[in-house]
């Protein structure tokens, strides 16, 4: 987690919505986290805030919460952040909030107040997450007789994809036979069929991540050869199903 040169704030929480369940967090110290499925809002997720202090500042509104003295001050950069899951990366919406010293209210207030949740009050992004794929993006559209072989779930040509990039690939989705061994895949003319990783059976059949700077994978334009063999529904012959994805990486 890094905190921009130019921020106002540390950054003292940040939360994660995705769609799978998690196991666990792990956190650096000074931190602590959760992962939770029975969320208010029925998205599983995780939630990781810095732990608070225990001195106060004066103001002249009152006593304030110092900060926390592991937030992550502007400029900085904080790693050990891991959620622990079955399911494969995927992109996940991100909440990430300051800190903002907000004096505790006077004992005799009675005055009614309101807290904005965290959509209101945090800036909002993706990072990756836990990640049940489910829909079909593209099959090739290339020749019918063997574009089930192999589909993505996450991917077609033209795509616009954030850095790292999670590529899902699902297999015989007419309910074809192929030889798995026979997957292969290249990267911008790299090979990268041992990047891919099996997922569990109501997800992905294959999913990769890709970072650039240590991975084929470049920010702009790139090219995806994947592959695989399988028997053509109703004859005996095999056949290769062979399909080119073209797509872009942003940060």
Known sequence: MANGASAEQPIETFDLAFNA???????????WGIVFVDAPNGIPGAALAAGGSEAFIETPYGPTPARPPAAILPGATLSGFVVESAYPPGYARTYVEGY??????PVDWSEPTNT?????NAQRGWSLGPTR?????TDGNRRPAVDGFLAFMNLATGAELLDPAPIAIKFAINGETVYLS??????????????????????????????AGSSPLVLGKNVLITSISGLVPGTTRTAIDTDRIVFTIRQ
């Open 182 to 211: 026979t997957f292969r895949a290249e990267l911008n003319g790299v090979d990268v069929t041992a990047s891919f990783f099996p997922g569990p059976p109501d997800g992905a059949d294959r999913v990769a991540l890709f970072r």
């Open 21 to 31: 369940p998690a196991v666990r967090v792990q956190f650096p110290a000074g931190w």
């Open 100 to 105: 903002a010293g907000v004096p505790f209210l």
């Open 133 to 137: 794929y489910t829909a079909i993006t």
């Open 116 to 120: 904005p949740d965290d959509t209101m």
